[in-house]
């Protein structure tokens, strides 16, 4: 089963720049999505980026343009860069990969201070 561990959160005040990283492992084949969410207590997870194995990326309505995903290949991770943080953005980042089966993280925490 493929293994998602989510690394990089923080605390950083606003304006500032973080960047996540999910690092995936285990047997991968065939079409895959990795996918980064964030959830606050008492509210869904929702998507802010994802990235398709071909490279075709997503946003979600909550960073778009201010955050940024990508994925380096040969170390299996994944990235998302986010800038000009704002305390709103405080919350847990969680990682998935969708592709025969479907594995979440255990998240990383970001707080942004004001």
């Known amino acids: 089963q493929v293994q998602v561990v989510e690394s990089g959160g923080g605390l950083v005040q606003s304006g500032g720049s973080l960047r996540l990283s999910c690092a995936v492992s285990?047997?991968?084949?065939?079409?895959?999505?990795v996918a980064w969410y964030r959830q606050t207590p008492g509210s869904q997870r929702e998507l802010v980026a994802d990235?398709?194995?071909?490279?075709?990326?997503k946003y979600g309505d909550s960073l778009r343009g201010r955050c940024t995903i990508s994925r380096d290949d040969a170390n299996n991770t994944v990235y998302l860069r986010m800038t000009n943080l704002k305390v709103e953005d405080t919350a847990t980042y969680y990682c998935?990969?969708?592709?025969?089966?479907?594995?979440w993280g255990q998240g990383t925490q970001v707080t942004v201070s004001s």
């Open positions: 285990g047997p991968i084949s065939g079409f895959y999505v």
């Open positions: 998935r990969f969708v592709g025969a089966g479907d594995s």
């Open positions: 990235i398709s194995k071909f490279g075709t990326t």
